[in-house]
């Protein structure tokens, strides 16, 4: 099973970018999915999680109002489109997938992909 996560790359304040992170090896039709992003010297924070209808999202308060998460069940994909990005949105995005409420843990991640918003 991978999660991988694209679409990152350098910007500039107020720009947008949209990321994507494709599953293989296991639909997630059935699962939560979600962006995390960890800056440097700080740790990974959520950025948006999403229903497995996809009707029910979550945002974090430094996203919400300027990025939305979405997903294409048939693509087995995730996406997160940023507008209004500010330099603070600079960390590497990291996707996960199958959200577990009894562990309260992730079962599944992506190995992450670089945003820089330059001032």
């Known amino acids: 099973v991978q999660l991988q996560a694209f679409g990152g790359g350098l910007v500039q304040a107020g720009g947008s970018l949209r990321l994507s992170c494709a599953a293989t090896?296991?639909?997630?039709?059935?699962?939560?999915m979600g962006w995390f992003r960890q800056a440097p010297g700080k740790e990974r924070d959520v950025v948006a999680t999403?229903?497995?209808?996809?009707?029910?999202?979550f945002y974090a308060d430094s996203a919400k109002g300027r990025f939305t998460i979405s997903r294409d069940k048939a693509k087995n994909t995730v996406y997160l489109q940023m507008n209004s990005l500010k330099p603070e949105d600079t960390a590497i995005y990291y996707c996960?997938?199958?959200?577990?409420?009894?562990?309260?843990?992730?079962?599944?991640w992506g190995q992450g992909t670089l945003v820089t918003v330059s001032s």
């Open positions: 996960a997938a199958a959200y577990s409420p009894r562990s309260g843990t992730w079962n599944y």
């Open positions: 999403i229903s497995s209808s996809g009707t029910i999202t």
């Open positions: 090896g296991r639909a997630f039709s059935s699962d939560i």
